[in-house]
């Protein structure tokens, strides 16, 4: 059975700051996807991580993935208010070729103050 | 283009009551899928559907149903609720399997 684990679950940072959110997930996968979710409102997705060693990069935002570690990470860089939100990891498994849903961590709840 | 449309938006039962929640696409996505968000449980996967006609069971199926009679809708129901079913349900689709879900507003059901 796939699990995807978050770490921090929560987190408190300045505007300014930069900090890395990681997810770590228990078989294998070479898909790996990082959503973005206001509170009461959808997720929208941020990355599409699709082999090892891919890099993408969105304005302060920053996520890699590395398949055989099984480790993906989200970095924040000089955060703003605006980027306070939960943050999602999510895993394709190997196994299922992708037809069967993805796997979610619990996400990273951050809150970005002034 | 209005993407994935969930219907309805809000929905408050009582324990024993059914009801069907509707997800509708308009990108001819072949991939469906419902998921329930619980707080602090991330989204786990109830049901999904590869193609028109299919369905199969995701990680929490149990009191849930679905049909997917038409390649654009996805439905979920509740044939009789439960409080443990209490949550938002979100339907997502994706084109392909290497591309991203894309995910509907979400529905707030509370079962009294």
């Known amino acids: 059975e796939l699990k995807v684990e978050q770490n921090p679950l929560f987190l408190s940072m300045q505007e300014g700051k930069n900090y890395t959110i990681y997810c770590n997930y228990s078989t294998t996968s070479d898909r790996l996807y990082w959503y973005r979710q206001d509170p009461g409102k959808s997720l929208e997705s941020l990355f599409v991580l699709l082999s090892n060693g891919a890099v993408k990069q969105e304005g302060r935002l920053m996520a890699s993935l590395d398949t055989k570690a099984r480790l993906s990470t989200l970095h924040i860089t000089a955060a703003v208010h605006d980027l306070s939100a939960t943050y999602f990891c999510a895993v394709d498994p190997d196994s299922g070729g992708g037809a069967d849903g993805l796997t979610f961590g619990k996400g990273t709840h951050l809150i970005i103050q002034p | 283009n209005a993407g994935v449309t969930q219907t309805p938006k809000f929905r408050v039962l009582k324990t024993g009551q059914s009801m069907t929640l509707l997800c509708a696409q308009d990108m001819n996505h072949e991939y469906m899928y419902w998921y329930r968000q619980d707080p602090g449980m991330g989204l786990r996967l109830i049901h999904y559907s590869v193609g028109e006609g299919t369905t199969a069971k995701g990680e929490v199926p149990d009191g849930y149903n679905v049909s997917r009679l038409k390649k654009q809708n996805f439905l979920l129901g509740l044939e009789s609720a439960a409080p443990s079913q209490t949550s938002v349900y979100f339907c997502?689709?994706?084109?392909?399997?290497?591309?991203?879900?894309?995910f509907g507003d979400g529905t707030r059901l509370s079962i009294l």
């Open positions: 997502a689709s994706r084109r392909t399997l290497i591309g991203p879900q894309h």
